[in-house]
């Protein structure tokens, strides 16, 4: 039995500022934030940000990641990033396919797997977000639309030696509104997922981390790490207040 009581997998728990966030947000995460051996935690600030929270924390066991990338090396695309700009910084993650991209600035599945291929080509660690919409869930088309979210990378995976990490499970339905999902229906998923990793053999599914993320607060952080197939949590909202983030981290402690 490992010290995590899920084989080798430690528990996460990320912080996605979204578009929101301040030098002072920047400023109070840098005095506050706790710093627990017995979670990773991760923080996506936006672009602009980036570069200082990742160099305040470069000696520390925080580590950083981009909201979104581009997927090309470089060039002529007026306002985006490039996974290798985020590695040249020190960061070690990116965010992709995260619902609110998918829905409103059109990443595409073809568009998230070439991203997902530039971001592990660039030598940051990816994190696949998936997750079906309230009308999916209702006709019961909930496993089939994660499951085509996880295809469209794994079939034209271009980066060889690469496999998945970490993957959010994150139900379109349970962001931003206050609901997340039930710990049952989470569960459901996600051990479908490493199921559906297992038999695809699209990464070591007893070690990949998969994160559930959808209105995660302190107040239910307890109940969803209980589970199985939960190995932490991408937390958007709750994440925007140090002390709230920092009970988070507090509840997955096993
Ligand atoms: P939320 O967002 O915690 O505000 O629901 C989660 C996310 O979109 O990653």
Redesign the pocket.
């Known amino acids: 039995m490992s010290v995590w009581g899920r084989g080798m997998r430690k528990p996460v728990v990320a912080a996605?500022w979204?578009m929101n966030g301040s030098l002072e947000l920047c400023e109070c995460f840098t005095r506050k934030l706790a710093r627990p051996e017995f979670a990773d935690v991760w923080i996506f600030p936006s672009a602009l940000h980036l570069a200082s929270l990742t160099d305040y924390f470069r000696d520390s066991d925080i580590a950083t990641g981009a909201q979104n990338v581009w997927c090309e090396p470089e060039g002529a695309y007026t306002g985006e990033i490039s996974a290798m700009m985020v590695k040249t910084l020190g960061a070690r993650f990116a965010l992709v396919g995260?619902?609110?991209r998918r829905a409103m600035f059109g990443d595409s599945d073809a568009v998230v797997a070439k991203k997902f291929s530039k971001i592990a080509e660039a030598g940051l660690v990816p994190v696949l977000?998936v997750g079906e919409t309230l009308e999916e869930r209702e006709s019961g088309l909930a496993f089939e639309a994660v499951h085509r979210q996880l295809n469209a990378v794994e079939d034209v995976w271009e980066c060889q030696d690469y496999s998945h990490e970490v993957i959010?499970y994150?139900p379109v339905w349970?962001?931003?509104?206050g609901k997340a999902a039930t710990a049952e229906i989470a569960q459901e998923m996600q051990a479908r997922i490493r199921d559906h990793i297992d038999r695809k053999g699209s990464g070591k599914s007893d070690e990949l981390r998969i994160l559930y993320?959808?209105?995660?607060k302190a107040s239910n952080a307890s109940e969803l790490i209980a589970q199985n197939d939960i190995d932490g949590f991408?937390?958007?909202?709750?994440s925007l207040d140090v002390d709230e983030f920092n009970q988070i981290c507090e509840a997955v402690k096993s």
């Open positions: 996605n979204k995260h619902s609110e977000c959010a994150e349970a962001i931003g509104t993320g959808g209105s995660v991408l937390v958007g909202g709750a």
